[in-house]
T-cell receptor
Framework: EDQVTQSPEALRLQEGESSSLNCSYT??????LFWYRQDPGKGPEFLFT???AGEEKEKERLKATLTKKESFLHITAPKPEDSATYLC?????????????FGQGTTLQVKP | KAGVTQTPRYLIKTRGQQVTLSCSPI?????VSWYQQTPGQGLQFLFE???????NKGNFPGRFSGRQFSNSRSEMNVSTLELGDSALYLC????????????????FGSGTRLTVV
């Protein structure tokens, strides 16, 4: 069964304290792995799509990496405005290709 | 360009009633997907429409249904509402060609917050 597990559930950082969020997945033929950011009361905001093991993408203080079993979202020198819930989702390579399977998310709080 | 628009933003309904939610995708996007988000279950896939046809369906009871119009706008309907249907309902759109995974991801709307009392 396709499954996505994110850890930790919650993370508190001081401003400037770098860390990583983990997304472990089991899926039948990965087509893509997505990272989203969600602020309270809003819909998820797209960050990255990764397609194959070894791929990396960066955006400002965020860097996403992918292996055959997991993905990491590295946050370098975070700021309070990076506080949000970060969601990981996978898309399988066949069958229900329009369906994203989401993890439960990691809620990040960055204190000034 | 305008994003994904969902209406209404908030809705309060009584058990047993039915409700219709609306989603207008980004101009040019032909695929619309619906998700239910709850604190306990997270984001769960409801269904996906492409060119007015339901392409995929999640594991939800038949009370949940949807449709897509020729202009790609989509509606979802929930009949005989239950307390457990209280959730944030999210719509996401993409170009949605059947065999291409979007490199820019699916764009989500802000959702409709449904409360069933």
């Amino acid at each position: 069964e396709d499954q996505v597990t994110q850890s930790p559930e919650a993370l508190r950082l001081q401003e400037g304290e770098s860390s990583s969020l983990n997304c472990s997945y089991t899926v039948s033929g990965l087509r893509g792995l997505f990272w989203y950011r969600q602020d309270p009361g809003k819909g998820p905001e797209f960050l990255f799509t990764l397609y194959s093991a070894g791929e990396e993408k960066e955006k400002e203080r965020l860097k996403a990496t992918l292996t055959k079993k997991e993905s990491f979202l590295h946050i370098t020198a975070p700021k309070p405005e990076d506080s949000a819930t970060y969601l990981c989702a996978v898309q399988r390579g066949s069958g229900n290709t329009g369906k994203l399977i989401f993890g439960q998310g990691t809620t990040l709080q960055v204190k000034p | 360009k305008a994003g994904v628009t969902q209406t209404p933003r908030y809705l309060i309904k009584t058990r047993g009633q039915q409700v219709t939610l609306s989603c207008s995708p980004i101009s040019g996007h032909r695929s619309v997907s619906w998700y239910q988000q709850t604190p306990g279950q997270g984001l769960q896939f409801l269904f996906e429409y492409f060119s007015e046809t339901q392409r995929n369906k999640g594991n939800f009871p038949g009370r949940f249904s949807g449709r897509q119009f020729s202009n790609s706008r989509s509606e979802m309907n929930v009949s005989t509402l239950e307390l457990g249907d209280s959730a944030l309902y999210l719509c996401a759109s993409s170009w949605g060609a059947s065999s291409i995974s979007p490199s820019y991801g699916y764009t989500f709307g802000s959702g409709t917050r449904l409360t069933v009392v």
